[in-house]
């Protein structure tokens, strides 16, 4: 079993992966790094170091294969102990190590183990993708020999036509002031004109409204103006006037945006033996629906309570001359 693999893949993850009976690999960050002679620019990083005085197992390595090779963790366990021993007897036999993509260990005069990271790779999971690159010289020109021989121009200019520039200073000062009045009258009183519009057209908006919402809100739909009573003609000879019964008390059972819905209402309460009635449209674009009417109060307070008991609960008197 290639453990390295594994220990390859914990290293994106982890900061110390302890491979046990053998030693640690420990990683560190570094930030971006510039190199101005050479305009060079290297990515953020993680460096790896390697420690041989841990070797206790800390079961991470362990598990990490258990789970990947969907196996035990004591066959985990037994797996790196074996390839712990390949390791061993290859330093010995040939002085150096390879672990693939993570680095070199190799044994010293004094038998200790020394390790060279691999630089090719990067563990730094945020930095994926991002490789070093060296950026071309910018190269920033310097303008004060033109700019002062440009100003040399300008004062020679200047000197040559100096009597015609201090009989036209006045005007032009003068000039200048009367068209800055006239940006500063067009930019702030425009504005301020526009704004005083905007609000009286608010205002007369608002009270049109409430005005609107106070008239519907009172429901109730008065009939402006009643037609006076009408007088019958008996003969030519003897004239008698006949007053109609006045009915002011009405029980409203409704009122309707559309006049289909307050017509299919009324035919309904003909139908339930009601005599109904249906009014035109009124000044709140209405139709409103009644019950019935009645010349007395108690009349309608009699009806309105059988009407509200089996019919409907919200049913109200209306006091008015129809």
């Given at each position: 079993m290639k453990i390295e693999t594994y220990?390859?893949?914990?290293?994106?993850?982890?900061?110390?992966?302890?491979?046990?009976?053998?030693?640690?690999f420990l990683t560190e960050i570094h930030p971006t790094q510039v190199n101005e002679s050479t305009n060079s620019f290297f990515p953020p990083k993680k460096t790896i170091s390697f420690n041989g005085l841990l070797k206790n197992n800390d079961g991470l390595l362990a598990n990490h294969?258990?789970?990947?090779?969907?196996?035990?963790?004591?066959?985990a366990v037994s797996a790196i102990a074996f390839e712990v021993l390949t390791w061993k007897k290859t330093l010995e036999e040939f002085g150096t190590?390879?672990?693939?993509?993570?680095?070199?260990?190799?044994?010293?005069?004094?038998?200790?183990?020394?390790?060279?990271?691999?630089?090719?790779?990067?563990?730094?999971?945020?930095?994926?993708?991002?490789?070093?690159?060296?950026?071309?010289?910018v190269k920033r020109e310097i303008f004060e020999k033109n700019l002062e021989a440009l100003e040399e121009?300008?004062?020679?200019a200047?000197?040559?036509?100096?009597?015609?520039?201090?009989?036209?200073?006045?005007?032009?000062?003068?000039?200048?002031?009367?068209?800055?009045?006239?940006?500063?009258?067009?930019?702030?009183?425009y504005p301020l004109y526009q704004n005083q519009i905007a609000n009286q057209t608010l205002i007369v908006e608002s009270a049109v409204q409430k005005k609107v919402e106070n008239k519907i809100q009172e429901a109730t739909f008065l009939i402006q103006n009643p037609l006076p009573a009408v007088t019958l003609s008996v003969d030519s000879a003897k004239t008698e006037t006949v007053e109609v019964k006045t009915m002011p008390y009405h029980i409203m059972a409704g009122a309707f945006r559309s006049e289909q819905n307050a017509k299919k209402a009324y035919d309904q309460l003909i139908k339930d033996g009601y005599k109904a009635r249906m009014l035109g449209e009124n000044k709140h674009g209405l139709f409103p629906?009644?019950?019935?009417?009645?010349p007395t109060m108690a009349e309608a307070e009699k009806a309105q309570k059988e009407i509200q008991k089996g019919e409907n609960p919200d049913a109200w008197i209306l006091i008015e001359s129809l």
């Amino acid at each position: 079993m290639k453990i390295e693999t594994y220990i390859a893949q914990l290293l994106y993850r982890y900061q110390c992966i302890t491979v046990p009976g053998f030693g640690a690999f420990l990683t560190e960050i570094h930030p971006t790094q510039v190199n101005e002679s050479t305009n060079s620019f290297f990515p953020p990083k993680k460096t790896i170091s390697f420690n041989g005085l841990l070797k206790n197992n800390d079961g991470l390595l362990a598990n990490h294969i258990a789970l990947a090779e969907n196996t035990s963790y004591g066959f985990a366990v037994s797996a790196i102990a074996f390839e712990v021993l390949t390791w061993k007897k290859t330093l010995e036999e040939f002085g150096t190590l390879n672990l693939k993509n993570i680095g070199d260990i190799r044994l010293n005069a004094d038998q200790n183990m020394v390790f060279t990271p691999n630089d090719q790779h990067n563990y730094l999971a945020s930095s994926f993708g991002l490789s070093p690159f060296v950026s071309p010289l910018v190269k920033r020109e310097i303008f004060e020999k033109n700019l002062e021989a440009l100003e040399e121009r300008e004062t020679i200019a200047l000197n040559e036509n100096e009597g015609e520039a201090r009989s036209s200073k006045s005007y032009l000062r003068y000039a200048a002031i009367f068209v800055l009045g006239l940006g500063i009258t067009g930019s702030i009183g425009y504005p301020l004109y526009q704004n005083q519009i905007a609000n009286q057209t608010l205002i007369v908006e608002s009270a049109v409204q409430k005005k609107v919402e106070n008239k519907i809100q009172e429901a109730t739909f008065l009939i402006q103006n009643p037609l006076p009573a009408v007088t019958l003609s008996v003969d030519s000879a003897k004239t008698e006037t006949v007053e109609v019964k006045t009915m002011p008390y009405h029980i409203m059972a409704g009122a309707f945006r559309s006049e289909q819905n307050a017509k299919k209402a009324y035919d309904q309460l003909i139908k339930d033996g009601y005599k109904a009635r249906m009014l035109g449209e009124n000044k709140h674009g209405l139709f409103p629906v009644l019950y019935g009417s009645y010349p007395t109060m108690a009349e309608a307070e009699k009806a309105q309570k059988e009407i509200q008991k089996g019919e409907n609960p919200d049913a109200w008197i209306l006091i008015e001359s129809l």
